[in-house]
């Protein structure tokens, strides 16, 4: 081999001669000691390299030929001077891409900046490859901790940096395959560089970990589902298929199912109501027929004009009522038969029985007629609640943990004016974990933060903790959502109404909302019948919206009209307040009398409603 020569800045004591190292013998071993680089601190397995054999000095011949400035992706405002070794006090410098150090030997360096490179992060010992979302070639480059633009996740680990601008990702995020098959989901997923444009209308959510997906995050996706999965949970749920991403169930029977409360529940209030005022073996036993120790009249301050009296006649009542009247008259009957104090149906509770003022349209459901007046609620342990009710006709309060206006009965915390309707109250009672439809994964408990939180059912962001969660998964259910019944129905639809969950499989198209004509978000709860295919928001169904926190029917005495005026969820068309004249009440909640046809608003009949002493 012919002899050739370097005079190299790192080792200027004497030239630096390029030639062949020992190899190894028969045996296997090396004849002479082993050559390690100065440069990059690595053995020398080349058949040739830069050699002073007098000061044992040793170059590859790579290193030895490495340019002395460069521009860096990493550092591209400034070039990267090499030198021999680290300029600082200390001799010794960390690799601002692997975090190696103290690093003694060569490194490109900043002076400006402080910004150091190992010669393997730098340059040294990368492949290069292409992939399609980025337009420059990537090199690979060693362990390091950065930010990729993958994941978006800070985690040491091998990459590929862009040679030409500062795109960095993990080596793992450059090698996913295009189409994986997650066990959680029937159809393949894609991968995406970025949240594709046609599912930007809303924020989307993972459904493994059911955080946000960031627009710009790769990730895995089934577009006909709105399916989404972030590439680290895809990873995650195929090496660990027993954990994030397997659907557990929790079978609801036998002894296992007393410290469970199921949901959604088309009787939720009541179940919720006989649970913390009876202890576990006599919740089966509440609604016995045998039962004698019920009172055949009772006396409440909510209504101190009667007595009311027991009854066992209101399933025949609403059958003759069903038989005989046209559709409009028997969901006005179906109002009257509501109870005064959950704004629940009695229809629908197991217990046939209630207690009924039938001359003023009064009712009230066993469990409620039951309720303590005291109340110690453990999301606000500072002072008790009592059990009040509006001694009016007209008004409503705004419940503070379903932040709905209702005129059900309430408890409140006089010293904070804390009002919490008695539905919410006895979810707040709830010691037990709470299976819902709306997320298998896992069962629920009581949310505990006080912070503000986003329900992953309606989507809206709420303060005070009213709800229930599943941490791991960061899913949040507020009381609103978490009691809403399993299906309900429309006048104009023989059809039930059933409430659905995302991912909705097999439904690519927009979901509309058919009352409010506007797009459901895809991510929350709605209401859909499958028969005809329409879906509506839980807020614009007036069975659930409207007639779950207000009831109507009452009948109200106004100082400024001789007849009585009852109260209707929706004035006819081109109607107008009696009082207010400019106020037009078109399907509006008013007060009516219907011989007359006149109308006065809430704010209206609140002014003029006589009191029980002035009648």
Known sequence: MEEKQLEHFSHEEHPLILCELPKENDGGSIDQKSAVCYGCQQQILDPAAY???????????????????ITHPMHSQHPLVLLRNPTYFSGACICSACGQGPWKFFTYHCSSCEFDLDVSCAILDQQEIKLDCHDHPLREQRPGAFYCNACREDVKDSSYLCTVCPFWIHKKCALLSSIVKHKDHDHSLHLAYSLPSDYRSFPQQCFVCWKKVHPSRWVYYCGPCRYFVHITCVVISQEDEGQLSEDIEYP???????????????????????????????????????????????????????????????????????????????????????????????????????????????FVHLTCSNLPPELHIPKHPQHPFYLMYNPREVGLFNCKACRLWTNATYYKCEPCGLSVCIKCASASMITSSVKHDGHKKHLLIQLQSSDLINCTACGYIYRGGFGFACEDCHFYVCFNCALLPPATTQRWDKHPLLLIYPPYFEH????????????????????????????????????????????????????????????????????????????????????????????????CAFEKELTDDEE
């Open 51 to 69: 050699c002073c054999f007098p000061c044992d000095f040793f170059l590859h011949k790579r290193c030895a030929e490495l340019p002395r400035q």
């Open 252 to 362: 609801i029977s036998g002894e296992r199912d007393q410290n469970v409360v199921k949901l959604p529940s088309s009787n939720a209030a009541q179940e919720l109501i006989a649970r913390f005022l009876l202890k576990d073996d006599e919740i089966s036993s509440n609604n016995d027929p045998g039962k004698s120790n019920i009172p055949e009249e009772i006396f409440t301050n909510s209504h101190g004009k009667h007595p009311l009296v027991l009854s066992e006649k209101v399933q025949n009542l609403h059958d003759e009522i069903k038989g005989t009247t046209s559709d409009d008259d028997q969901e006005a009957a179906k109002a009257v038969l509501v109870c005064d104090w959950c704004i629940e149906p009695i229809c629908s509770s197991d217990d046939l029985r209630y207690h009924a003022c039938v001359e003023c349209g009064y």
């Open 508 to 603: 690519p198209e927009e979901f509309y909302c058919v009352l409010c004509e506007t797009e459901i978000n895809p991510n929350c709860w709605m209401y859909h019948c499958r028969e005809c295919d329409y879906s509506l928001h839980p807020v614009c169904v007036p069975q659930v919206n409207l007639f779950r926190r207000v009831k109507f029917g009452r009948s109200l005495n106004v100082n400024n009209h001789s007849h009585p005026l009852t109260h209707v969820p929706e004035a006819k068309y081109k109607s107008f307040c009696g009082s207010c004249s400019d106020r037009r009440l078109d399907w509006k909640p008013a007060f009516e009398c219907e011989s007359c046809r006149f109308y006065l608003c809430p704010d």
